[in-house]
């Protein structure tokens, strides 16, 4: 396993596909874990902080998902975010969800396509580290900070868009308008800062300017497909 074919698999978010296909203790502990961040919603506040609390769980979580070599299942819940919503804040947190998929695809299909041809499909790996462990290493390698801040930053990314789709398709709980407002804002700067660690480690290197959240548009159903198969 190298470094960068370790980052491919990791950061790939697929919201909740891979854990509904990953066998009954993963799909167990994403249960535990999704019921952990619609909790957290209800205290916008100090969402922030429990989201970050959470990092650990998630970590080790898709370190197993990468070990069980389960491959996402395709599925349409990424149209939801193209669904006109009456809900202002819902939009906005569609709108930096969808900003965060353009950036994490752009990212990984750089990753992809400037890996080695021998670890280009390595999927499988016996490195599981704990996330202390992760925050050991991250403290000694050169770069560690950018590569400790690339890799929560996709977490809580992630994390943004489990409580998204589950606030969607659970509509009889509905989550306060201020709880989606600071998850949008949470999920758009993670993103920045998930962009920028790219750069610094050279995992990307932007051809033209970023398109800005608040003007993005949709994501089209073949835009979709096309970003996925890079």
């Keep these: 396993m190298t470094h960068i074919a370790y980052n491919r698999r990791f950061s790939e978010m697929n919201f909740l596909s891979q854990y509904a296909n990953a066998g009954n203790s993963i799909s167990n502990d994403f249960t535990t874990l999704k019921n952990q961040i619609l909790s957290a919603l209800s205290t916008p506040r100090t969402l922030k902080k429990q989201l970050c609390d959470l990092l650990p769980s998630f970590f080790e979580l898709k370190i197993r998902i990468i ?7 395709s599925g349409d819940s990424e149209a939801l975010l193209n669904l006109n919503f009456d809900n202002e804040a819902l939009s906005e947190l569609a709108d930096s969800l969808k900003f965060a998929i353009r ?10 396509k400037n890996q080695q041809p021998e670890v280009k499909h390595q999927r499988k790996t016996d490195f599981k580290p704990s996330y202390d462990a992760f925050m050991s290493i991250c403290g000694i390698m050169p770069e560690g900070q950018a590569f400790f801040t690339f890799v929560n930053c996709s977490l809580i990314s992630e994390m943004g868009g489990i409580a998204f789709f589950q606030v969607v398709q659970n509509r009889n709980n509905p989550v306060s308008s201020e709880a989606l407002a600071v998850l949008s804002s949470i999920v758009a700067s993670a993103t920045q800062d ?10 990307w290197k932007e051809k033209r300017a970023r398109p800005d959240m608040k003007t993005a548009g949709s994501i089209s159903d073949e835009e979709l497909k096309a970003e996925k198969d890079m």
Excluded at 67 to 73: M, R
């Design 103 to 112: 950036t994490n695809r752009k990212v990984l299909a750089h990753l992809t």
């Design 67 to 73: 070990d069980s070599s389960t491959n996402p299942q």
């Design 194 to 203: 998930f962009g920028a660690a790219a750069k610094e480690l050279g995992f």
